[in-house]
């Protein structure tokens, strides 16, 4: 059993290499991110930890405090992803949106995309699942960044943005943020967010391609749900289980609505896999658990809690027969 942890894209790491090609940076350096880039070619799962670690090393290496923003200004369309693309052949901000939380999920299962619409605000969250709580300053600033950017360029017209939160605490100055967003930043908040006005979703995208789109849909659909995307499918599947457990007791129609598929095509597409529903919340839990237990102090009453064990009987007998061990026994 593979241990569970979020993961990105490996297009962050090709994001990353970019940077580095822009600044000119120390050429040997440049090649071991290209190498990296390089054997990460087909969207392949990278662990958060790692992603993490290479970003805080290269913001280290430039003495950049806000490579997340440098990242995210400069962002190379070029070396976009499927989802990236689709995203920016909708025909308009709210068609493109609704198509990047759909899709993304199975593509980054470290990131959970919210959007909430209001008659006359909005806002769009992009969280980052981080059960090792590692440092992740600069994957949030790009994040937060890089939508903005991405929308002002299909647009043709500034996000109107009321107010960013960041969440992680800073002591760094809000100012090249704020010059951004034009808007006030907070930072040490309880997501990542930008309020908008609602009216900027009805704007139309200059780089919509009705053809593009509908073409990469069915790709992006297809790599989703068939045989090579089928790991992507349960990996969103089991970070959207745990992720629910620390609020509600997850079911079909609830994981179901956040992926935005009915819960019958849920129980279908996982038939199809000769799965169920019951089958990957063990799964689920049994993955995070191990990854607790092995990457973190958790002590085991607040792991059964986090994984809705109301007792820490029940969780030890459930890891028992997953496992054969004990929780204690295992972490030992």
């Not at 279908?268 to 089958?279: I, M, P, T, V």
Request: glycine share 4%; aromatic share 12%.
């Amino acid at each position: 059993m593979v241990e569970f942890e979020p993961t990105l894209s490996s297009h962050f790491i090709i994001y990353l290499r970019n940077y580095l090609l822009d600044i000119n940076f120390d050429k040997q350096q440049i090649e071991r991110f290209t190498c990296a880039a390089r054997n990460s070619q087909e969207d392949t799962p990278v662990p958060l930890s790692t992603v993490a670690e290479l970003y805080n090393e290269v913001a280290e290496l430039t003495d950049c405090d806000y490579l997340g923003c440098e990242i995210g200004t400069r962002y190379h369309y070029e070396s976009a992803g499927m989802v990236i693309l689709m995203m920016l052949a909708a025909p308009s901000v709210e068609k493109g949106l609704q198509a990047l939380m759909r899709y993304d999920p199975f593509f980054d299962t470290a990131i959970d995309i919210e959007m909430d619409i209001g008659k006359y605000d909005s806002s769009f969250s992009a969280n980052i699942i981080n059960p090792k709580q590692v440092w992740v300053e600069h994957i949030c600033d790009y994040l937060m960044v890089f939508i903005a950017a991405a929308l002002n360029t299909a647009s043709r017209k500034p996000m109107p943005c009321k107010e960013v939160w960041l969440a992680y605490p800073s002591n760094k100055s809000a100012a090249p943020l704020e010059k951004i967003f034009n808007c006030p930043v907070k930072f040490g908040q309880s997501c990542n967010r930008i309020v908008f006005s609602s009216s900027y979703l009805r704007e139309k995208f200059y780089s919509s391609n009705s053809y593009l789109f509908d073409l990469l849909s069915r790709e992006v659909s297809r790599h989703a749900s068939g045989e090579n995307g089928a790991q992507y499918f349960i990996n969103a599947l089991c970070r959207e289980i745990v992720n629910q457990y620390k609020s509600q007791a997850p079911t079909v129609e609830s994981v179901a609505a956040k992926l935005n598929m009915s819960g019958r095509t849920l129980r279908r597409r996982l038939a199809e896999q000769g799965s169920n529903f019951q089958a990957v919340k063990n799964q689920a839990r049994e993955q995070q658990a191990r990854y607790y237990l092995s990457h973190t102090n958790m002590n085991l009453s607040a792991i059964a809690l986090e994984l809705g064990f109301s007792e820490l009987s029940a969780f030890s007998r459930a890891f028992r027969s997953w496992t054969g061990a004990s929780p204690q026994s295992f972490r030992e």
